[in-house]
């Protein structure tokens, strides 16, 4: 590869897009399926057609490993805490990967996260009622899109709710691009003794969570104590920030598209409403900066070769802005068959917690509009502060009112 | 229409049971898919394949 003229990584959005994906990508995909950017000074493929990105995404000859060589990363090291904690499976191969992954399956299955729905209908109901007794305007990401999630992962890891500020502090820290890396690892090395000390702590006295049942592996052997709370930080900071940003991000996108909102408030059909979700995921795509890889070994594809050592991005977003797999791509109707989106990523890595995701968002899609049928934004769409910044899309706050 | 899945493959995505769930099923222990029948009728065709194809880790093959 050569690095001349290849356009830069990530691009920005358009101004009074803050929906779209950047213009620039769907001129790289119209372009080619596989095109040549650079990334933190260096050579990197663009995937930019939803076919090429499954493909390749479900290739082991992909690594999802950091450390290895060209992979797109600035430091190309995973973050470790002094108390040698790392970041969980996401940034590792199988075996080790699927080994790890395993150990924390059984509660995401679709049958465990079903009996956890009349729970999360019963929060959704509460931060409502709260919401309808309390001042207006009020900002939903801090009284409404952050507590869902945050309440939801606390109960299911076993991590007291009370410690929310600290924890959604420091993800925030730990997953924003313009943060140096010194503040980064401050954010990871803080989350890391904290469910280091939380592990410790259920070592002696064993709740009914899934941290606690990670101890019991360390009893066994089978799973290291930092293993154990590395597992716990990727569960706590993947577990919050990604659906507090889709029901922030996701209300705003509704309130732009009030007869898109009306098709949501005037049904109360399960099925349209889980489309509705598949749909909302697919056109936000809130993670927006790419999957990242690197070629383990080369691989022939379009008439290019992927050589051994090349840096790989994989763009959802665009992806799922495909016209060959998504006609109108650009146009969001919760009417459309969206459930082939790859908003949860594609192969090994796919989303763990996407059961729990889907139906968070079902829960609050469906009451939330219903409730407070006036609904509306109290700010101007360019006076709302969106997360460019951040390694998942949404806004900082959102002022609404009804 | 006759349907194998590969368990070793497979990653506890949930996505074969969302889409249908007449069909797969998911371990107790560790979500793993489990077929509760490898020739469903006929009608069950467009979920098996809608299954197959969200598949993230190709686990799922249906022979027509
Ligand atoms: C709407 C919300 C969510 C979105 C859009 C989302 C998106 C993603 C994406 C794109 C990946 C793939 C990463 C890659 O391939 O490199 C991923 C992985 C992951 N997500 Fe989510 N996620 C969401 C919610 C959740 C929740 C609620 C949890 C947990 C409670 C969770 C836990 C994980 C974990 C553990 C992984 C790593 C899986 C692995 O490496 O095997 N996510 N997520
Ligand atoms: S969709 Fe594939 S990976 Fe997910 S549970 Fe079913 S077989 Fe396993």
């Known amino acids: 590869m050569t690095i001349h003229e290849a356009p830069a990584y990530p691009m920005a959005r358009a101004s009074g897009c803050p929906f779209d994906p950047p213009p620039k990508l769907r001129e790289l995909q119209d372009e080619a399926p596989l095109v040549e950017v650079q990334i933190f000074g260096r050579p990197a493929w663009l995937v930019t057609r939803y076919a090429e990105q499954r493909k390749l995404l479900a290739d082991p000859r992909l ?16 973050p470790k805490s002094d108390g040698g904690v790392g970041i969980g499976f996401i940034l590792m191969d199988d075996p080790e990967h699927a080994r790890l992954r395993r150990m924390v399956t059984a509660p995401f299955m679709i049958k465990r996260v079903e009996a956890m729905r009349p729970g999360v209908q019963k929060i959704v ?19 409404f899109a952050l507590p ?38 401050t954010a990871h090395g803080n989350l890391a003794a904290y469910l280091d000390n939380l592990v410790g ?6 709740g009914d969570d899934l941290l606690s049942g990670l101890t019991e592996r360390i009893k066994t052997g089978e799973l290291t104590r930092q293993d154990a709370a590395g597992i716990g930080v990727l569960l706590l900071l993947a577990g919050h920030e990604t659906t ?24 109360d059909d399960p ?29 022939e594809l379009d008439g290019q070769v992927l050589k051994a050592g090349d ?28 459930r082939r989106h790859v908003a949860f990523g594609f192969g090994v890595h796919q989303c763990l917690g996407q059961p729990l995701a889907r139906m968070e968002l079902q829960v609050v899609y469906s009451t939330l509009y219903r409730r407070i049928p006036t609904l509306r934004r109290a700010a101007e769409l360019d006076e709302i502060p969106f997360k460019h910044e951040g390694a998942v899309y949404g806004v900082h706050s959102l002022p609404v009112t009804w | 229409m006759k349907i194998i899945v590969d368990q070793d493959r497979c990653v506890a995505s949930g996505q074969c049971v969302t889409a249908a769930a007449d069909v797969f099923d998911q371990r107790d222990e560790d979500g793993i898919v489990v077929l509760l029948t490898d020739t469903p009728p006929e009608d069950l065709a467009a979920d098996v394949h809608q299954a197959a194809a969200v598949c993230p880790a190709l686990a799922i093959l249906v022979e027509d």
Do not use: W
């Open chain 1, 63 to 78: 690594s999802a490993d950091v450390t290895t060589s060209g992979y797109p990363s600035p430091t190309g090291t995973p």
């Open chain 1, 125 to 143: 109901d509460g931060l409502i009622d709260d919401l309808l007794a309390g001042p207006k305007p009020v900002d939903l990401m801090e009284a």
């Open chain 1, 148 to 185: 869902v999630p945050s309440l939801v992962i606390c109960q299911l890891l076993g991590v007291p709710y009370a410690d929310h500020d600290f924890f959604q502090q420091n993800s925030k820290q730990l997953i924003k691009m313009t943060a140096t890396q010194e503040q980064r690892a």
């Open chain 1, 271 to 299: 099925k349209l409403v889980a489309g509705a979700v598949e749909e909302l995921l697919r056109y936000l795509n809130i993670t927006h900066n790419g999957r990242r890889r690197a070629v383990l070994e080369d691989i």
């Open chain 1, 311 to 338: 840096g790989v991005i994989f763009p959802n977003d665009i992806g799922n802005r495909d016209p060959e797999v998504f006609p109108d791509p650009d146009v969001l109707d919760l009417q459309r068959d969206a």
């Open chain 1, 244 to 267: 507090a940003n889709m029901i922030a991000l996701g209300t705003l996108a509704l309130l732009e598209h009030p007869e898109q909102l009306a098709v949501l408030r005037e049904t």
């Open chain 1, 201 to 206: 702590e259920k070592l002696d006295n064993p």
